[in-house]
């Protein structure tokens, strides 16, 4: 990851996108800068952070599958 990705337009998926980009490159900086074996709470710190980007991630997959008008789902990348 290189950078955020900014909203293009006021556009519900750029915007979700953009949200989603700007969690999972908080979330990488807060992991690669910490031990594997931390204290209790940094894990749990990445542990909330994780679930955020899943949250942000499946939120804009929503709104963009929704956009382009196919219902059908699709497996995850």
Excluded: C
Aim: net charge negative; proline share 4%; aromatic share 10%.
């Amino acid at each position: 990851m290189t950078g955020i990705r900014l909203a293009a337009s006021n556009d519900p998926v750029d915007a979700a996108w953009a949200a989603f980009d700007a969690a999972a490159i908080r979330f990488k900086r807060m992991y690669d800068r910490v031990e594997r074996l931390s204290i209790d709470h940094e894990r749990a710190a990445r542990m909330e952070a994780a679930q955020e980007v899943a949250r942000l991630w499946d939120e804009w997959r929503a709104l963009y599958l929704a956009a382009s008008g196919d219902d059908e789902p699709r497996p995850a990348a």
